[in-house]
Each structure stands twice: as C-alpha cells, then as structure tokens.
C-alpha cells in the first residue's frame, strides 16, 4: 500500500507537468474538447470532497471551494525536494497572460506565454531543441514554468515528486516557490545552473537563488497539476507561490542543467488545463 501510494503520488505530481507558439507536428483540439475535459472534471469532483485545484488565473480571486487547510511554512523552513518545470506557463497573470491555444488536449503546445517583446538576437534559435523525448524540447523564445516544490517531511532533493515523501511523514505539507521564465540566446541572461543551485540553510535543503525581486508573489491553496488531472480533480494539498513578474534566462544553461541535476530532468512537463470552475477553486486573500 505505501509502496502503491508513492507511486501514484510520484506519477500524479511529477507532471506539476511547462512555448513561444504552437508545437510543430501537434493536432490542436477545438475548443469543445476541452469543455468536454471541464465538465468530466467538475462531474466527478465537485460533490466528491475534493480540495481546491491548480493552476488558475491569479487575475481571478473569487473562489468558493469549502475545503479548507492552513498554508504551508515559508520555503525557509522546508526542504526543497524537487525542481522541474512545464512548456507553457500553466497559470495566468502577471506578464505570462498570453494564451497559446488549446494544444493537443493532452497538455502539449498549451499554456500562457511571456507578454513582453523580445529582441531578434534574443530569440535566435539554438543549432537544435534541447530535451528529450518527442514533446517538451525548448527553443529560443519559449516561456516555461519552474516548480521549486518544498516539503515538511525530513528528505532530500530527488527525482519525480516522489522525493517529497519520507516514511516518518505520510501526510506532508507542500510548497511550490514558482517563477515563470522566458528563454533567450543570450549568454548575460540569468543562469538556470545558478538559480537551481542547492544547500543546505539551518538544516534545510534550500535553493538559495529563487527569484525575490520579481514582484509580490500572489499566495494561494491548490493542488498538483499536469494533464492527468484535466478530468479527474489531484487529491494533494499544496501551497503556491507565484511570482507575477518574468525572467530571461538563458537557453544554453538550462541545457547545461539537463546534463547533471539530481532530479534527473531532461525535458519540459505538459501543462494541465487552467482550471476555472469557482467550486473547485480556492478565495485569494488580498
């Protein structure tokens, strides 16, 4: 049973999961397919007890789930547990409001995109995509999500979401510390290697170098993301953070990241439908 439970946490939150347009080769769904994914979701979730979900648009506040659970501690007081991140930024707001269509209803070539402009020289296309696999490889201009997930348990950073949970805590809080990033050919933009750069602080694993000057972040009480749970609602509990402002970071530090990172990430996650029915979300405080 815990083995099992690991397991379905792992490949449920693994895929929290994050383009600059669609994805070349991808079929995109109309937009009836995605209110059919809508209204499995609701069907089976809204009178099912069911917490409230993530993403969400931050611009919306309203919320009217009544499940209700306390904020989980500042990140300086957890242990960061896993780094990943999504094509696509998977929520809305701030300077990532740019919708990038419906994608292939499974959460490839979907999400918000970087609102502001960026220089020719910016987005000159590296010699070939980086990643692996056949979706979620990156090019110049491309905006993606970075989820730095934080737990109460007593671990150490790791592979999948898994990594989260520790024997001695079945029942975990979690954080995600979350900075929306547009990617660019530029060798003075920020550095990925750097701003995923892990130590231990007062007896915390910590990644020191998460964005602080990139707005108020807005707080919220979600859940996992990733397309998996585009028609069934995430069971887990989680605290998010969002930083509504945007980063340039370089292309070719992130491809440097993918070679050696204890998470052993090599690719962009799917982005999970924006989720908008007001009795699956949670109220933001102001």
């Given at each position: 049973?815990?083995?099992?439970?690991?397991?379905?946490?792992?490949l449920?939150?693994?895929?929290?999961?994050?383009?600059?347009?669609?994805?070349a080769?991808?079929?995109?769904?109309?937009?009836?397919?995605?209110?059919?994914?809508r209204?499995?979701?609701?069907?089976?979730?809204?009178?099912?007890?069911?917490?409230?979900?993530?993403?969400?648009?931050?611009?919306?506040?309203e919320?009217?789930?009544?499940?209700?659970?306390?904020?989980?501690?500042?990140?300086?007081?957890?242990?960061?547990?896993?780094?990943?991140f999504?094509?696509?930024a998977?929520?809305?707001?701030?300077?990532?409001?740019?919708?990038?269509?419906?994608?292939?209803?499974a959460?490839?070539?979907?999400?918000?995109a970087?609102?502001?402009?960026?220089t020719?020289?910016?987005?000159t296309?590296?010699a070939?995509?980086?990643?692996?696999?056949?979706?979620?490889?990156?090019?110049?201009?491309?905006?993606?999500e970075?989820?730095?997930?934080h737990?109460?348990?007593?671990?150490v950073?790791?592979?999948?979401?898994?990594?989260?949970?520790?024997?001695s805590?079945?029942?975990p809080?979690?954080?995600?510390?979350?900075?929306?990033?547009?990617l660019?050919?530029?060798?003075s933009?920020q550095?990925?290697?750097?701003?995923?750069?892990l130590?231990?602080?007062?007896?915390?694993?910590q990644?020191?170098?998460?964005?602080?000057?990139?707005?108020?972040?807005?707080?919220?009480?979600?859940?996992?993301?990733?397309?998996?749970?585009?028609?069934v609602?995430s069971p887990?509990?989680?605290?998010?953070?969002?930083?509504?402002?945007?980063?340039?970071?370089?292309?070719?530090?992130?491809?440097?990241?993918?070679?050696d990172?204890?998470f052993?990430e090599?690719?962009?996650h799917a982005?999970?439908?924006?989720?908008?029915?007001?009795?699956?979300?949670?109220r933001?405080?102001?």
């Amino acid at each position: 049973m815990e083995l099992k439970f690991k397991k379905s946490f792992a490949l449920g939150v693994a895929l929290f999961a994050p383009i600059s347009g669609f994805a070349a080769g991808l079929t995109e769904v109309g937009d009836e397919v995605i209110a059919q994914q809508r209204a499995a979701l609701a069907a089976s979730s809204v009178e099912a007890g069911f917490g409230p979900q993530a993403p969400r648009d931050l611009r919306n506040s309203e919320g009217s789930n009544k499940r209700i659970f306390g904020m989980a501690p500042a990140a300086s007081q957890m242990n960061l547990c896993n780094i990943h991140f999504h094509k696509g930024a998977e929520h809305a707001g701030g300077e990532f409001t740019k919708f990038l269509g419906n994608g292939d209803g499974a959460g490839h070539g979907t999400g918000y995109a970087y609102d502001g402009d960026l220089t020719e020289a910016e987005l000159t296309p590296i010699a070939a995509p980086i990643g692996t696999g056949e979706h979620g490889k990156l090019q110049s201009g491309d905006t993606i999500e970075v989820h730095f997930v934080h737990t109460s348990a007593d671990v150490v950073p790791g592979p999948t979401l898994g990594a989260c949970l520790a024997d001695s805590n079945g029942n975990p809080q979690l954080r995600v510390e979350t900075q929306v990033m547009v990617l660019v050919n530029d060798a003075s933009a920020q550095n990925f290697e750097s701003l995923a750069q892990l130590n231990e602080v007062d007896g915390y694993w910590q990644a020191p170098n998460v964005p602080s000057d990139t707005g108020t972040p807005i707080l919220y009480t979600g859940s996992t993301t990733g397309p998996s749970y585009n028609e069934v609602a995430s069971p887990f509990e989680v605290t998010w953070s969002v930083r509504p402002e945007v980063i340039k970071v370089d292309i070719n530090s992130v491809a440097a990241w993918y070679e050696d990172n204890v998470f052993e990430e090599d690719h962009a996650h799917a982005v999970r439908n924006l989720v908008v029915n007001p009795a699956l979300l949670s109220r933001i405080s102001k």
